[in-house]
């Protein structure tokens, strides 16, 4: 059983920054493929980013690229999201995912991922 758990949302101003991070107790951190994915009011869950076990590739959703940074540091079972440039349109609870070996496009795929975290809360007022 692999439990995740998001922190570091909140409430910023358009242009601001967070920094979400993910951990987990598990041992085998370093074989998950992971992801994270947002879901606001009234919508579908969506893909963000996505990152390979080893970190050596990093995914990102079209509205993202550029604003958006996926990082995981395996010696501490911990994944991040910094977010920068942030915008009204990015609030929503964001999920991170894990799953075993992904292929580069399941892992784009919400229903790909069988772990999922509690969800962070990020408010992005204009």
């Known amino acids: 059983q692999v439990q995740l758990v998001e922190s570091g949302g909140g409430l910023v101003q358009t242009g601001g920054s967070l920094r979400l991070s993910c951990t987990t107790s598990g041992r085998t951190f370093g074989s998950y493929s992971m992801a994270w994915f947002r879901q606001a009011p009234g919508k579908e869950r969506e893909f963000v980013a996505a990152i390979t076990r080893s970190g050596g590739s990093t995914f990102y959703a079209d509205s993202v690229k550029g604003r958006f940074t996926i990082s995981r540091d395996n010696a501490r079972n911990t994944m991040y999201l910094q977010m920068n440039s942030l915008k009204p349109e990015d609030t929503a609870v964001y999920y991170c995912?894990?799953?075993?070996?992904?292929?580069?496009?399941?892992?784009?795929?919400?229903?790909?991922?069988?772990?999922w975290g509690q969800g962070t809360q990020v408010t992005v007022s204009s």
């Open positions: 995912a894990a799953d075993f070996i992904l292929t580069a496009q399941a892992m784009l795929n919400k229903d790909e991922y069988d772990y």
